[in-house]
């Protein structure tokens, strides 16, 4: 074993356990405001802590997931920061926003455009308040006091709601599960490019077996859903 490794594990466990204290005690000390769909934290490997919360007290509340990294940089890619940190990540696991994507050229080498469209929706922009608010009360917690937290971003010293949209559209990034972009829907969904067994509307011979048949996305990672809907692809092949 590498003679960082177990220290860094170590780390992780502790930085579990910390946050399903926090986790757990704000439910209890906000029962109205913090709906835990989820009132644990589960350790991922090396990779991390995860949490779901909601951010209201309707279970019908835009759920969000938060993920606790035992790192720190400005951007996947980019060397790590030199000091010491953990990087606390809320994903709007049900986001209304919607993107799209655009062919440009009948030449097949030209890229298409490709446009995210986050935080285009009122709901989206809230939940992103929401849960920037959340986590700096976690951090806020008595049991990591000790640890002496200071917030390097988006900076403690944002606080109205039009500073943290802002801080909002400028760090936030993609979490790498696209999908939606051949939606599965019926015949006269004019937003639909594939029918009820994947096939291409209007185009015969031609199925799409991918995340991008997702109508909507899951709440959650999108390898498991995908999986799936290749199976079902495969039976509807074979029938």
């Given at each position: 074993?590498?003679?960082?490794l177990?220290?860094l594990l170590?780390?992780?466990?502790?930085?579990?356990?910390?946050?399903?204290?926090?986790?757990?005690?704000?439910?209890?000390?906000?029962?109205?405001?913090?709906?835990?769909?989820?009132?644990?934290?589960?350790?991922?490997?090396?990779?991390?802590?995860?949490?779901?919360?909601t951010?209201?007290?309707?279970?019908?509340?835009l759920?969000?997931?938060?993920i606790v990294?035992?790192?720190?940089?400005?951007?996947?890619?980019?060397?790590?920061?030199?000091?010491?940190?953990?990087?606390?990540?809320?994903?709007n696991?049900?986001?209304s926003?919607?993107?799209?994507?655009?062919?440009?050229?009948?030449?097949?080498?030209?890229?298409?455009?490709?446009?995210?469209?986050?935080?285009?929706?009122?709901e989206?922009?809230?939940?992103?308040?929401?849960a920037?608010?959340l986590?700096?009360?976690?951090?806020?917690?008595?049991?990591l006091?000790?640890?002496?937290?200071?917030?390097?971003?988006?900076?403690?010293?944002?606080?109205n709601?039009?500073?943290?949209?802002h801080?909002?559209?400028?760090?936030?990034?993609?979490?790498?599960?696209?999908?939606?972009?051949?939606?599965?829907?019926?015949?006269s969904?004019?937003l639909?490019?594939?029918?009820?067994?994947?096939?291409?509307?209007?185009?015969?011979?031609?199925?799409?077996?991918?995340?991008?048949?997702?109508?909507?996305?899951?709440?959650?990672?999108?390898?498991?859903?995908?999986?799936?809907?290749?199976?079902?692809?495969?039976?509807?092949?074979?029938?």
């Amino acid at each position: 074993m590498h003679p960082f490794l177990s220290p860094l594990l170590t780390a992780l466990r502790e930085t579990a356990g910390l946050w399903r204290q926090q986790l757990v005690q704000l439910r209890h000390e906000h029962p109205r405001q913090i709906g835990l769909a989820v009132a644990s934290v589960m350790l991922i490997g090396a990779g991390g802590s995860y949490a779901v919360a909601t951010l209201g007290p309707d279970a019908a509340d835009l759920p969000v997931r938060e993920i606790v990294q035992p790192l720190s940089l400005d951007k996947f890619g980019e060397d790590l920061h030199s000091f010491n940190a953990f990087t606390a990540s809320v994903c709007n696991l049900q986001p209304s926003s919607r993107g799209s994507v655009h062919i440009v050229s009948a030449n097949t080498h030209t890229p298409p455009r490709i446009d995210p469209n986050y935080l285009a929706t009122a709901e989206d922009q809230q939940v992103a308040l929401d849960a920037m608010r959340l986590t700096r009360k976690i951090v806020s917690q008595p049991s990591l006091k000790p640890y002496c937290p200071v917030e390097y971003k988006p900076g403690a010293h944002l606080v109205n709601d039009d500073e943290l949209r802002h801080a909002a559209g400028e760090i936030g990034t993609t979490i790498f599960h696209p999908v939606g972009t051949c939606k599965m829907g019926s015949l006269s969904d004019p937003l639909a490019v594939l029918d009820s067994q994947m096939r291409v509307i209007g185009v015969k011979g031609l199925r799409v077996v991918d995340a991008s048949a997702m109508p909507t996305i899951t709440s959650g990672n999108t390898a498991a859903p995908t999986m799936m809907i290749a199976i079902r692809a495969a039976e509807l092949l074979m029938a």
